[in-house]
């Protein structure tokens, strides 16, 4: 077979503004490119984006399409209209849309990324005006492209449940976990006793409502009435629940002890899981959950909902619990910060299991995904209960 010509699909990247399908482009395009000099590559990017997401390599082409994508009615038309243009001047043999979005009527074959189905199972936390646009533009997405790519066995679950698609048309691809998390682990147990964590929870997570960080609130409250040395740091996009957050910070006089920072670099976020004492995650409803096996591999000792697809991926490696119940959560945060031998085994167990992930993995299983796509002779039933098995098996371990 030649080498293919990929266009991937980045018009809905806004830096710093569109959470963790931004940290997903990023490194799974630098991955591509470590492991694939063979295919050429064209990606489609906005106005706002730099042109540092495309990797510096000769097989990957940066197309800058004029369209601001924070005007969102404007990037769909242009992702409907002139992106299959744009794709098919370049004669494109598939085109890539990690952002769940693609064009209804593009004449090549599509590979569309399913992050979750949100809009599905919580219609409730979207804005009444988007949520048509969400359930349209996301549906027929998915039943027109040639194959789909879900980040999670609970998030192809849901496609089969709420799109009615067949099974073989859905692959399962884990995302991955930048080695710099690994380096921060090996700096964390190296640390002299006085260099050693601060006494800070961390919470990576943007601020809308499934994130259930209201409940986590409250229960930090109560939590530092024993414990008044400890703060909260949330960092993330600035979502839908950010004012709501901020007064109940103020209402529960967690002012100078809770910080929501916003959107940082990942140099920035590397630093405050070196220094985190430990991780919480309380969200009611994941499509992955990213942060959570960050956490994991940083070493950082972490407490997560028990939802899936959390609980699968990080197994007995973080402290989970019902994030319905304040009760528990509370229990959580306590065990977490104060049984040293609880922390000592999550510290060593979460590199451990998060060395099952990785970036190169997820690109390798991408770049199948893209060649099923674009010769679907080259891949059979056969095939796809082989790549299906092994993703379940990645999940239980």
Not at 100 to 105: H, K, N, S, Y
Not at 150 to 175: F, G, H, M, W
Not at 288 to 314: H, Q
Not at 327 to 350: F, H, N, P, Q
């Given at each position: 077979?030649?080498?293919?010509?990929?266009?991937?699909?980045?018009?809905y990247?806004?830096?710093?503004g569109?959470?963790?399908?931004?940290?997903?482009?990023?490194h799974?395009?630098?991955a591509?490119?470590?492991?694939?000099?063979?295919?050429?590559?064209?990606v489609?990017?906005?106005?706002e984006?730099?042109?540092?997401?495309?990797?510096?390599?000769?097989?990957f082409?940066?197309?800058?399409?004029?369209?601001n994508?924070a005007?969102?009615?404007?990037r769909?038309?242009?992702e409907?209209?002139?992106?299959?243009?744009?794709?098919?001047?370049?004669?494109?043999?598939?085109?890539?849309n990690?952002?769940?979005?693609?064009?209804?009527?593009?004449?090549?074959?599509?590979?569309?990324?399913?992050?979750?189905?949100?809009?599905?199972?919580?219609p409730?936390?979207f804005?009444?005006?988007e949520?048509?646009?969400?359930?349209?533009?996301?549906?027929?997405?998915?039943?027109?492209?040639?194959l789909?790519?879900?980040?999670?066995?609970?998030?192809?679950?849901?496609?089969?449940n709420?799109y009615?698609?067949p099974?073989?048309?859905?692959?399962v691809?884990?995302?991955?976990?930048?080695?710099?998390?690994?380096?921060?682990?090996?700096?964390?147990?190296?640390?002299?006793?006085?260099?050693?964590?601060?006494?800070?929870?961390?919470?990576?997570?943007?601020?809308?409502?499934?994130?259930?960080l209201?409940?986590?609130?409250?229960?930090?409250?109560?939590f530092?009435?024993?414990?008044?040395?400890y703060?909260?740091?949330?960092?993330?996009?600035?979502?839908?629940?950010?004012?709501?957050?901020?007064?109940?910070?103020?209402?529960?006089?967690?002012?100078?002890?809770?910080?929501?920072?916003?959107?940082?670099?990942?140099?920035k976020?590397?630093?405050?899981?070196?220094?985190?004492?430990?991780?919480?995650?309380?969200?009611?409803f994941?499509?992955?959950?990213?942060?959570?096996?960050?956490?994991?591999?940083?070493?950082?000792p972490?407490?997560?909902?028990?939802?899936?697809p959390?609980?699968g991926?990080a197994?007995d490696?973080?402290?989970l619990?019902?994030?319905?119940n304040?009760?528990?959560?509370?229990?959580?945060?306590?065990?977490?910060?104060?049984?040293?031998?609880?922390?000592?085994?999550?510290?060593?167990?979460?590199?451990?299991?998060?060395?099952?992930?990785s970036w190169?993995?997820?690109?390798?299983?991408?770049?199948?995904?893209l060649?099923?796509?674009?010769?679907?002779?080259?891949?059979?039933?056969g095939d796809?209960?082989?790549?299906?098995?092994k993703?379940?098996?990645l999940?239980?371990?």
């Amino acid at each position: 077979m030649r080498p293919l010509r990929i266009g991937v699909n980045a018009l809905y990247l806004i830096p710093g503004g569109v959470g963790g399908t931004e940290i997903y482009l990023r490194h799974l395009l630098a991955a591509l490119a470590e492991m694939d000099r063979a295919n050429q590559y064209y990606v489609f990017t906005n106005l706002e984006t730099g042109a540092d997401l495309a990797p510096e390599q000769a097989n990957f082409t940066t197309v800058r399409q004029r369209v601001n994508a924070a005007f969102r009615p404007a990037r769909i038309i242009w992702e409907q209209t002139v992106l299959p243009l744009s794709a098919a001047a370049r004669d494109i043999d598939v085109l890539f849309n990690p952002g769940f979005t693609g064009p209804l009527m593009c004449g090549r074959p599509q590979v569309t990324v399913f992050h979750d189905l949100q809009h599905k199972r919580h219609p409730e936390h979207f804005r009444w005006f988007e949520l048509p646009f969400w359930r349209a533009l996301l549906f027929w997405s998915a039943h027109l492209a040639t194959l789909l790519i879900a980040v999670s066995e609970a998030t192809r679950a849901d496609l089969e449940n709420y799109y009615r698609l067949p099974r073989e048309k859905i692959r399962v691809v884990p995302e991955g976990v930048a080695p710099r998390f690994a380096e921060i682990a090996r700096a964390r147990r190296a640390s002299q006793p006085e260099l050693g964590p601060e006494p800070f929870l961390l919470t990576a997570s943007t601020l809308h409502p499934h994130k259930n960080l209201d409940r986590l609130l409250r229960v930090f409250a109560e939590f530092r009435r024993a414990r008044s040395e400890y703060r909260l740091v949330i960092t993330g996009v600035r979502g839908f629940d950010t004012e709501k957050l901020e007064q109940l910070r103020g209402a529960l006089g967690l002012a100078e002890a809770v910080e929501f920072t916003g959107w940082i670099d990942r140099e920035k976020l590397y630093t405050l899981f070196e220094r985190a004492w430990a991780f919480v995650y309380p969200s009611s409803f994941e499509g992955f959950g990213l942060p959570v096996l960050e956490a994991l591999a940083a070493g950082v000792p972490a407490a997560c909902s028990r939802i899936e697809p959390l609980a699968g991926m990080a197994g007995d490696a973080a402290l989970l619990f019902d994030s319905s119940n304040d009760a528990a959560m509370l229990e959580a945060l306590v065990r977490i910060t104060s049984d040293e031998a609880l922390r000592a085994k999550l510290a060593a167990a979460g590199p451990e299991r998060a060395a099952l992930f990785s970036w190169s993995n997820t690109a390798r299983l991408t770049l199948d995904v893209l060649l099923d796509a674009a010769h679907p002779s080259r891949s059979s039933p056969g095939d796809e209960v082989s790549i299906v098995n092994k993703n379940q098996r990645l999940e239980q371990e």
